[in-house]
Protein backbone atom coordinates (compact mmCIF):
# COMPACT_ATOMS: atom_id res chain seq x y z
CA UNK A 1 0.00 0.00 0.00
CA UNK A 2 1.32 3.95 -0.53
CA UNK A 3 -0.48 5.08 2.41
CA UNK A 4 -1.36 3.35 5.46
CA UNK A 5 -2.95 4.62 8.45
CA UNK A 6 -3.51 2.33 11.51
CA UNK A 7 -5.41 3.07 14.40
CA UNK A 8 -4.89 7.50 14.08
CA UNK A 9 -6.15 9.19 17.54
CA UNK A 10 -5.60 12.95 16.99
CA UNK A 11 -6.38 15.10 19.92
CA UNK A 12 -6.99 18.98 20.10
CA UNK A 13 -5.90 20.68 23.06
CA UNK A 14 -6.31 18.54 26.19
CA UNK A 15 -9.84 17.09 25.92
CA UNK A 16 -11.53 17.12 21.96
CA UNK A 17 -10.54 13.93 20.18
CA UNK A 18 -10.44 14.24 16.65
CA UNK A 19 -9.53 11.12 15.37
CA UNK A 20 -10.54 7.96 17.59
CA UNK A 21 -8.68 5.00 15.78
CA UNK A 22 -9.49 5.45 12.63
CA UNK A 23 -7.55 3.00 9.74
CA UNK A 24 -7.52 3.36 6.23
CA UNK A 25 -5.44 2.50 3.29
CA UNK A 26 -4.76 3.50 -0.08
CA UNK A 27 -2.95 1.92 -2.83
CA UNK A 28 -0.69 2.86 -5.59
CA UNK A 29 -3.38 3.94 -8.71
CA UNK A 30 -6.33 3.72 -6.40
CA UNK A 31 -8.81 6.68 -6.19
CA UNK A 32 -10.37 6.07 -2.24
CA UNK A 33 -13.02 8.71 -0.82
CA UNK A 34 -13.97 9.51 2.80
CA UNK A 35 -17.25 10.36 3.17
CA UNK A 36 -19.69 11.60 6.23
CA UNK A 37 -20.90 14.90 7.77
CA UNK A 38 -19.26 17.36 8.10
CA UNK A 39 -17.95 17.15 11.76
CA UNK A 40 -16.74 13.94 11.37
CA UNK A 41 -13.23 13.98 10.94
CA UNK A 42 -12.66 13.70 7.70
CA UNK A 43 -10.39 16.82 7.03
CA UNK A 44 -8.56 15.94 10.33
CA UNK A 45 -7.55 12.78 8.81
CA UNK A 46 -5.88 14.88 5.86
CA UNK A 47 -3.80 17.35 7.76
CA UNK A 48 -2.52 14.88 9.67
CA UNK A 49 -0.56 13.36 6.57
CA UNK A 50 0.86 16.43 6.23
CA UNK A 51 1.84 17.57 9.34
CA UNK A 52 -1.19 19.99 10.05
CA UNK A 53 -3.03 18.14 12.54
CA UNK A 54 -0.47 16.59 15.40
CA UNK A 55 -0.93 12.65 15.75
CA UNK A 56 -1.63 11.76 19.77
CA UNK A 57 -1.01 8.04 19.04
CA UNK A 58 -1.22 5.49 15.93
CA UNK A 59 0.89 5.22 12.53
CA UNK A 60 0.70 7.01 8.89
CA UNK A 61 2.91 5.26 6.82
CA UNK A 62 3.88 6.19 3.51
CA UNK A 63 5.68 4.77 0.74
CA UNK A 64 7.63 2.85 3.16
CA UNK A 65 8.35 5.96 5.66
CA UNK A 66 6.85 7.11 8.79
CA UNK A 67 4.98 10.23 7.93
CA UNK A 68 5.90 11.50 11.36
CA UNK A 69 9.59 11.25 11.38
CA UNK A 70 10.87 14.66 11.08
CA UNK A 71 12.90 14.07 8.36
CA UNK A 72 10.08 13.34 6.21
CA UNK A 73 9.02 15.99 3.72
CA UNK A 74 5.52 16.29 2.10
CA UNK A 75 7.16 18.32 -1.28
CA UNK A 76 10.08 15.35 -1.24
CA UNK A 77 7.81 12.77 -1.02
CA UNK A 78 5.02 14.34 -3.78
CA UNK A 79 2.24 14.67 -1.59
CA UNK A 80 0.00 17.61 -2.93
CA UNK A 81 -2.81 18.51 -0.83
CA UNK A 82 -5.66 20.66 -1.80
CA UNK A 83 -7.64 22.34 1.33
CA UNK A 84 -11.33 22.73 1.81
CA UNK A 85 -9.90 27.19 2.00
CA UNK A 86 -8.06 26.03 -1.97
CA UNK A 87 -4.96 28.05 -0.15
CA UNK A 88 -4.73 30.10 -3.58
CA UNK A 89 -2.71 32.80 -2.74
CA UNK A 90 -4.55 36.29 -3.42
CA UNK A 91 -1.98 38.86 -4.07
CA UNK A 92 -0.46 36.52 -7.06
CA UNK A 93 -1.80 36.20 -11.04
CA UNK A 94 -3.47 32.83 -12.05
CA UNK A 95 -0.04 31.99 -13.50
CA UNK A 96 2.17 32.89 -11.08
CA UNK A 97 0.12 30.74 -8.36
CA UNK A 98 0.53 27.89 -10.89
CA UNK A 99 4.26 28.39 -11.20
CA UNK A 100 4.58 28.22 -7.28
CA UNK A 101 3.54 24.63 -7.84
CA UNK A 102 6.08 23.81 -9.66
CA UNK A 103 8.76 25.54 -7.85
CA UNK A 104 10.23 22.42 -5.93
CA UNK A 105 10.86 20.50 -8.97
CA UNK A 106 13.84 19.82 -10.80
CA UNK A 107 12.79 18.62 -14.16
CA UNK A 108 12.66 22.46 -14.74
CA UNK A 109 12.61 21.54 -18.62
CA UNK A 110 8.98 19.94 -18.39
CA UNK A 111 7.44 22.38 -16.31
CA UNK A 112 6.37 24.72 -19.36
CA UNK A 113 4.62 21.84 -20.93
CA UNK A 114 2.95 20.35 -17.90
CA UNK A 115 1.69 23.78 -17.42
CA UNK A 116 0.27 23.77 -21.39
CA UNK A 117 -1.57 20.29 -20.18
CA UNK A 118 -3.61 21.71 -16.98
CA UNK A 119 -4.36 24.77 -18.91
CA UNK A 120 -6.19 22.62 -21.36
CA UNK A 121 -7.36 20.37 -18.38
CA UNK A 122 -8.78 23.96 -16.88
CA UNK A 123 -9.26 26.25 -20.30
CA UNK A 124 -10.56 29.22 -17.94
CA UNK A 125 -7.02 29.54 -16.36
CA UNK A 126 -5.81 30.13 -19.80
CA UNK A 127 -8.17 33.07 -20.29
CA UNK A 128 -7.42 34.53 -16.60
CA UNK A 129 -3.63 33.90 -16.89
CA UNK A 130 -2.98 37.38 -15.68
CA UNK A 131 -6.01 37.69 -13.63
CA UNK A 132 -5.22 38.33 -9.71
CA UNK A 133 -6.16 34.83 -7.77
CA UNK A 134 -8.56 37.24 -5.41
CA UNK A 135 -10.75 38.06 -8.57
CA UNK A 136 -11.59 34.25 -9.54
CA UNK A 137 -15.26 32.80 -8.27
CA UNK A 138 -14.88 30.23 -5.60
CA UNK A 139 -14.97 27.69 -8.49
CA UNK A 140 -12.08 28.99 -10.88
CA UNK A 141 -10.05 28.87 -7.28
CA UNK A 142 -10.67 25.60 -6.80
CA UNK A 143 -9.50 24.75 -10.22
CA UNK A 144 -6.63 26.60 -9.66
CA UNK A 145 -5.92 24.90 -7.00
CA UNK A 146 -6.32 21.52 -8.23
CA UNK A 147 -3.89 22.73 -11.17
CA UNK A 148 -1.27 24.08 -9.33
CA UNK A 149 -1.38 20.60 -7.13
CA UNK A 150 -1.43 18.86 -10.04
CA UNK A 151 2.11 20.63 -11.01
CA UNK A 152 3.74 18.95 -8.29
CA UNK A 153 3.23 15.51 -10.35
CA UNK A 154 2.34 14.14 -7.18
CA UNK A 155 2.30 10.56 -6.38
CA UNK A 156 -0.69 11.35 -3.68
CA UNK A 157 -3.35 13.96 -4.20
CA UNK A 158 -5.22 15.02 -0.91
CA UNK A 159 -8.58 16.48 -1.83
CA UNK A 160 -10.30 18.44 1.17
CA UNK A 161 -13.95 18.87 -0.05
CA UNK A 162 -13.18 20.05 -3.47
CA UNK A 163 -17.30 20.51 -4.55
CA UNK A 164 -18.38 22.13 -0.89
CA UNK A 165 -20.54 25.02 -1.87
CA UNK A 166 -19.97 25.09 -6.06
CA UNK A 167 -22.57 25.32 -8.42
CA UNK A 168 -23.63 21.97 -9.74
CA UNK A 169 -21.89 23.07 -13.36
CA UNK A 170 -18.67 23.03 -11.24
CA UNK A 171 -19.61 20.35 -9.15
CA UNK A 172 -19.72 18.10 -12.52
CA UNK A 173 -16.51 19.72 -14.04
CA UNK A 174 -14.68 18.80 -11.03
CA UNK A 175 -16.14 15.42 -10.40
CA UNK A 176 -15.43 15.02 -14.36
CA UNK A 177 -11.62 16.32 -13.89
CA UNK A 178 -11.28 13.81 -10.46
CA UNK A 179 -12.52 10.35 -12.84
CA UNK A 180 -10.21 11.61 -15.51
CA UNK A 181 -6.93 11.85 -12.91
CA UNK A 182 -8.22 8.33 -11.45
CA UNK A 183 -7.92 7.42 -15.39
CA UNK A 184 -4.69 8.58 -15.78
CA UNK A 185 -3.42 6.75 -13.17
CA UNK A 186 -3.38 9.11 -10.46
CA UNK A 187 -3.45 8.06 -6.51
CA UNK A 188 -5.88 9.81 -4.91
CA UNK A 189 -7.41 10.13 -1.58
CA UNK A 190 -10.44 12.53 -1.56
CA UNK A 191 -12.79 13.94 1.34
CA UNK A 192 -16.16 14.45 0.10
CA UNK A 193 -19.70 15.30 1.66
CA UNK A 194 -21.13 14.10 -1.57
CA UNK A 195 -21.76 10.50 -0.87
CA UNK A 196 -23.68 9.34 -4.09
CA UNK A 197 -20.85 10.91 -6.00
CA UNK A 198 -17.87 9.71 -4.44
CA UNK A 199 -18.48 5.99 -4.18
CA UNK A 200 -19.56 6.50 -8.04
CA UNK A 201 -16.05 7.73 -9.13
CA UNK A 202 -13.96 5.05 -6.36
CA UNK A 203 -12.54 2.24 -5.87
CA UNK A 204 -13.29 2.06 -2.72
CA UNK A 205 -14.91 4.21 0.34
CA UNK A 206 -14.74 4.63 3.87
CA UNK A 207 -17.30 5.82 6.38
CA UNK A 208 -16.50 8.18 9.01
CA UNK A 209 -18.77 8.64 12.00
CA UNK A 210 -17.68 11.76 14.51
CA UNK A 211 -15.72 11.34 16.44
CA UNK A 212 -13.38 10.56 13.90
CA UNK A 213 -14.11 6.61 13.86
CA UNK A 214 -14.79 4.57 10.24
CA UNK A 215 -17.85 3.09 10.29
CA UNK A 216 -17.25 0.85 7.43
CA UNK A 217 -15.55 0.78 4.12
CA UNK A 218 -15.70 -1.19 0.59
CA UNK A 219 -17.22 -0.60 -3.12
CA UNK A 220 -21.16 0.06 -3.10
CA UNK A 221 -22.07 -3.00 -2.52
CA UNK A 222 -20.18 -4.00 0.68
CA UNK A 223 -21.03 -0.81 1.56
CA UNK A 224 -24.63 -1.85 1.18
CA UNK A 225 -24.30 -4.94 3.38
CA UNK A 226 -23.36 -2.73 6.04
CA UNK A 227 -26.57 -1.94 7.96
CA UNK A 228 -24.57 0.72 10.09
CA UNK A 229 -23.39 2.69 7.24
CA UNK A 230 -26.39 2.35 5.48
CA UNK A 231 -28.59 4.14 8.42
CA UNK A 232 -25.70 6.52 8.89
CA UNK A 233 -25.64 7.79 5.38
CA UNK A 234 -29.31 7.48 5.14
CA UNK A 235 -29.77 5.50 1.43
CA UNK A 236 -28.40 2.14 0.36
CA UNK A 237 -25.42 2.00 -1.72
CA UNK A 238 -26.93 -0.56 -4.03
CA UNK A 239 -27.58 0.69 -7.40
CA UNK A 240 -25.03 3.20 -6.87
CA UNK A 241 -22.02 3.13 -9.69
CA UNK A 242 -19.29 2.14 -7.66
CA UNK A 243 -15.59 0.36 -7.70
CA UNK A 244 -14.54 2.92 -10.62
CA UNK A 245 -16.51 0.92 -12.73
Do not use: C, H
Not at 39 to 51: N, P, Q, R, Y
Not at 100 to 108: E, F, I, Q, T, Y
Not at 185 to 207: D, H, K, P
Amino acid sequence: MLLEINDLFVRYGKSVMALQGASLEVGEGELVSLIGQNGAGKSTLLKSIVGIAPVYSGSITYDGAAVTDKKFSVIKNRIAYVPEDRGVFSSLTVGENLRLGAVSRRDKGNIDGDIERELARFPILEEYWGRGASLLSGGEQQQLAIARALLLRPKLLLLDEPTLGLAPIIVDLIFDVIEQLRDEGVTILLVEQNAVRSIEVSNRSYVMQAPGKILGSGNANELAANDAVVDYLGFSPTGVKGDSE
